[in-house]
């Protein structure tokens, strides 16, 4: 297990704009960068991991899961949303998980 350090995020250095300046927590463990933000939702609260590598490369799915993990709970339920072609944002090689709410379980499952 790597040792996440907190850092600053967008929203308390007041920088970006829309979602991004929303993030109001954000972590390293040297080789990532994750920044989370809480999104009200008809669900509840779900929260809204960023996660970035140094490298700028892919990241490997076991790699979400052990941030999820560690950062979000081992418990959580997160997903990775892949948008409609029109709605697509590819600006940054980020991904984004959607961490849902405790409780809460989906209708579907592997």
Known sequence: MNKWIGMPS????HI??????ELDRAYSDGKYVVMTR???TEWGQVVHACIRNADNTDIPWAEKQRIKNELLGKERIAIEVFPKESELVDQANMYHLWVLPAKMKLPFGI
């Open 10 to 13: 967008p929203k308390s250095r």
């Open 16 to 21: 970006g704009s829309g979602w991004f300046a």
């Open 38 to 40: 809480p999104v009200e």
